[in-house]
């Protein structure tokens, strides 16, 4: 079955530094691979996606994610966070008919 | 406007007891789907209906039942067999073209145990 791991639990940053949020997947013929982001007491929000193409996935407030497939990795990075930015990132894997998510990595923005 | 709604948005439960918790869509969207989320532990799937009258365990079932006799909805029951039920409880969807294109997801239940 597919899984992904996200590496970091926390990752605490000062405002307009970039991040890097880490996630690896096993490893598999083909994979899809998302990233979803969750406000405080909210659902969900897609931020963006890797079907297949381009390994470069640009997706929603100046994130970015890299499909890595040598190094079975889809990190999320943004160049320059906002205090906004503030939440929980979740990757997450196509699993025949469902989606499986990682544990998660709190981002949190300082001033 | 469409979306999805859950609601209570805060649920308490008493020793024994059995309670529901509503989700509804208003998307058209054959596929529906409950996680239960707790620290640390990101997301788990507990049910997911990929059509009406039909409904698949997830991941940790033991403990929950669902129904899904409308397109619309698809209410999740904590049953009292759940011996930790205290969790936040999202409910989501995905569209026609199937889960590659997006899920989408209510505000959430927190259920908690008096």
């Known amino acids: 079955a597919q899984s992904v791991t996200q590496l970091d639990s926390q990752v605490p940053v000062f405002e307009e530094a970039p991040v890097e949020l880490r996630c690896n997947y096993s490893?598999?013929?083909?994979?899809?691979l998302f990233w979803y982001v969750q406000y405080p007491n909210q659902g969900l929000q897609l931020l963006l996606k890797y079907l297949s193409g381009s390994t470069l996935v640009k997706g929603i407030n100046g994130f970015e994610a890299e499909f890595n497939k040598s190094q079975t990795s889809f990190h999320l990075r943004k160049p320059s966070v906002h205090i906004s930015d503030t939440a929980e990132y979740f990757c997450?894997?196509?699993?025949?008919?469902?989606?499986?998510f990682g544990t998660g990595t709190r981002l949190q923005v300082f001033p | 406007d469409g979306g999805i709604t859950q609601s209570p948005k805060y649920l308490f439960r008493k020793e024994g007891q059995n309670v529901t918790l509503s989700c509804e869509q208003n998307l058209n969207h054959d596929a529906m789907y409950w996680y239960r989320q707790d620290p640390g532990q990101g997301l788990r799937l507990i049910y997911y209906?990929?059509?009406?009258?039909?409904?698949q365990k997830g991941d940790i079932a033991e403990g929950y039942s669902v129904s899904r006799e409308k397109k619309e909805s698809f209410p999740l029951t904590v049953t009292s067999a759940q011996k930790n039920p205290t969790a936040f409880y999202l409910c989501?969807?995905?569209?026609?073209?199937?889960?590659?294109?997006?899920?989408?997801f209510g505000s959430g239940t927190q259920l908690s145990v008096l």
């Open positions: 209906s990929q059509i009406v009258n039909d409904f």
């Open positions: 997450a894997v196509h699993n025949t008919d469902k989606l499986i």
């Open positions: 989501a969807s995905s569209t026609p073209h199937g889960i590659n294109e997006k899920l989408f």
């Open positions: 490893s598999s013929v083909s994979v899809y």
